[in-house]
């Protein structure tokens, strides 16, 4: 999209750099934000005209706590979706108004569950919309099926999501109401797998998985898949979120050699763990580093601290080098990683793409529907979508299981690859390079592989 491109609404790509750009002093927003710049504030052009009917759409992520890097996007992507909306939207011939109601999770299945009651009580929520991790997403899923509101959700293993929300792997039943998007633990046994034979190991794999929602869908599902691939796992047992002295565990990696280390903990908790293991001489045997969870933004790599960080290798559920981008937007996902860099001065954050992948789908199904205020009608319109989002096509309802694993779900790709520090002088302390696409062949590999040790 050229600078003098001009939206549905007739704003330029400048215009909207120049109008979102202008201030980033804080505000109080909406239903949770907690100090949002400018540009993330709620716009209409629609005046107070009581024709016009209002969509309400709850918006579900963590913003504070253990999982606040997830939340990092959120006052750029909903300040881009506002904007496009600002003139209303056009459905059927009808004009709407949109309101979009952003709550704070605090990464607190308790506090997703409370204020998703109040979207549901005194909002009157439309759409549902949650994001990042079991904790907050499966509150907001399992009350919109239970209340009858279509919900959209994402960034959850898809297998925590079904297993979450109460249904069955072995004879897995529809839901009415809520549809998700996301990768699932066969695509991080594909990266994996691609992945590690880059750099010369012994593929004994040190494994520390929570007593959480992810871990232990990590652990029934992945242990045993790389251990049928070649790979000794050595696992010490789940350990509870907030756990604050890891001796035992880098004791059990260090005497079994496990030149392979992968996790998947809340950040804080692989902060504390990789100092000690640096401090009790784990991580100077370590080749591969390979976590989830945490380690996907620049902000959580930088907490652990840039010697420790550097070449700590993860997986990219979305990057600005991905084909494609954003069908309710216009912008490629190129543009996308640049903008949220220039007004935000901060290096792309992969929740960016996902984020933005909701709105995408919200908006696709309203318009679908024919009358985004049926919810009947919205829920059906997601039964078989289609659409086109900054994490490739999205088509539910295909029946393809690689698309389609289980009911309502459509499996996303997880790139992987490595975090590396810049020369001195650039932009960014860190950088983000992949160097593998097993499972999106259209991603550019960057760069290969590089032994942590």
């Known amino acids: 999209m050229s600078e003098e491109t001009r939206d549905e609404h007739g704003l330029s790509r400048a215009d909207f750099l120049k109008r979102s750009g202008a201030a980033l002093g804080g505000a109080v927003v909406g239903g949770g934000l907690l100090s949002s710049p400018a540009w993330a504030r709620p716009i209409s052009h629609l005046g107070r005209d009581a024709a016009v009917e209002t969509i309400n759409i709850g918006y579900v992520s963590p913003l504070t706590g253990a999982d606040a890097g997830f939340g990092e996007p959120d006052p750029f992507v909903l300040g881009l979706v506002r904007e496009r909306l600002s003139k209303g939207l056009k459905i059927a011939g009808r004009t709407y108004r949109v309101n979009i109601i952003e709550k704070d999770a605090q990464s607190a299945p308790s506090v997703s569950a409370k204020v998703t009651q109040e979207l549901i009580n005194s909002g009157h929520v439309d759409l549902l919309l949650g994001t990042s991790t079991p904790e907050v997403v499966v509150p907001v899923v399992t009350a919109a099926e239970a209340a009858g509101i279509p919900a959209i959700s994402t960034t959850v293993p898809w297998q925590s999501w079904w297993l979450g929300s109460g249904n069955s792997l072995a004879k897995p039943k529809p839901y009415k109401w809520i549809y998700h998007f996301c990768f699932g633990v066969g695509n991080f046994f594909d990266t994996y797998t691609d992945l590690w034979p880059q750099v010369k190991t012994n593929k004994t794999v040190g494994v520390m998985y929570p007593n959480d929602a992810d871990g232990n869908a990590i652990r029934g599902a992945l242990a045993p898949l790389l251990e049928k691939a070649g790979y000794k796992i050595v696992d010490p047992g789940a350990y509870e979120d907030g756990t604050t002295d890891f001796s035992s565990q880098i004791s059990m990696f260090k005497q079994n050699n496990c030149e392979i280390f992968n996790t998947f903990p809340i950040p804080s908790d692989f902060t504390t763990f990789w100092r000690q293991a640096a401090e009790q001489g784990y991580t100077q045997m370590v080749k591969i580093a390979q976590i989830a969870k945490t380690g996907l933004f620049a902000s959580q790599i930088e907490a652990v601290g ?52 909701l709105f995408d789908v919200a908006i696709a199904a309203f318009k679908k529907s024919g009358n985004p205020k049926d919810k009947a009608a919205v829920a059906a319109a997601l039964k078989h979508l289609n659409v086109k989002t900054p994490l490739g096509d999205l088509h539910w309802g295909t029946g393809s299981p690689a698309r389609n694993p289980v009911p309502n779900v459509v499996q996303t790709p997880i790139p992987g690859g490595q975090w590396l520090t810049t020369k001195k002088g650039s932009k960014f302390p860190l950088e983000f390079l992949f160097c593998e696409h097993k499972d999106y062949p259209a991603v550019p590999i960057q760069a290969r592989l590089k032994p942590y040790n």
């Open 306 to 357: 840039l010697k420790l960080g550097n070449k700590l290798a993860t997986g990219a559920y979305w990057g600005p080098t991905w084909p494609g981008g954003s069908s309710f937007t216009g912008l490629s996902n190129s543009e996308l990683g640049a903008e949220y860099e220039a007004r935000t001065g901060k290096y792309w954050n992969q929740q960016l793409g996902a984020s933005l992948a």
